[in-house]
């Protein structure tokens, strides 16, 4: 055998091996990429780090975050959406990126179902009705009052057109049939700060976001977006008390690239759903007011499907449209 013969053999063989390794336990071989597409210090990116510490744990490799926030979580989804498709690249998805701008917005940059490999649910947290001080309503019945005798005056912020925390407020508005402004805004930010000073009445977002100023006396707790009441603040009422029914809770999830090898998905839900068991991220994550989950790719592929349809529902029967 020549010696050209060998090496093409040789080439073959190491082709053939390490196509191998990307479906094979040995995965992850080197760092992977954790996109969070929100900016830092919000709770999806809270989140994110702490089970990218316990992958990192479990796999002996380094599972480092890196945020790309930007048109309400596109930006990251599209990065993540045309990455290499071998689990190298993650995504921390969220209700706002896969189901609920979806619902609410047809031109996406990405298709929610289509550019991705649903890994894992890996928390749901419930929102929070908080107001301005300034407000004068202590009670969701009181706010639904003042509301009707002053339609469209008040103004409710958002981190953004077509997010979770914007439908929220909609579901609110559609439930009890009254009316509001919707201030957006480019993320939790500037939309506490307004909310703070006054500039905007009422919000309806992450209770770990909103909890600390309510705590503070700098704004006023309604209710909870969750069907019981939160065991984080089991002292405030959920809304669903004064409006049967009502909830608007948010997830965080993991997804790869559409493409990503079925076995590589498979080992990192399972990898990330024994991450989630752990007691520290349970009480870590509690603090947060979330509840640690963890599921099949199956499991979550349904979970997505339900929650968008909830939403597309909300979106056609209010007539909603962006800005």
Sequence with gaps: MNSLKIFAILILHFFCVNARSQTSNDFPQHPIKLIVPFPAAGATDAMSRLL???LTEIWNQPVVVEN???ATGAVGSVFVAKAPADGYTLLMGTGTTHSVAPAI???LPYNNIKDFSPVSLVATFPNLLVVHPSLPVKTVAELITYLKANPGKINFSSTGNGGSVHLAAELFKQSTKTEMTHIPYKGSGEAI??????????TIDNISTVLPHVQTGKLRALGV???ERSPMAPEIPSISESIPGFEANTWVGLFAPSGTPTQIVQKISTDS??????????QKFRTMGAVSTGN???QFSSFIKKDMDRWKNLVQ??????D
């Design 317 to 322: 029967s209010a007539g909603l449209k962006l």
């Design 273 to 282: 759903q024994l991450a989630l068991k752990q007691t520290a991220i349970v």
């Design 105 to 107: 917005n047809p031109n």
């Design 52 to 54: 990218a510490q316990k």
């Design 225 to 227: 977006s969750s069907l």
């Design 68 to 70: 790309k926030a930007g």
């Design 193 to 202: 700060n307004d909310l703070l000073s006054g500039q905007v009445q009422l």
């Design 296 to 298: 099949q790719p199956d």
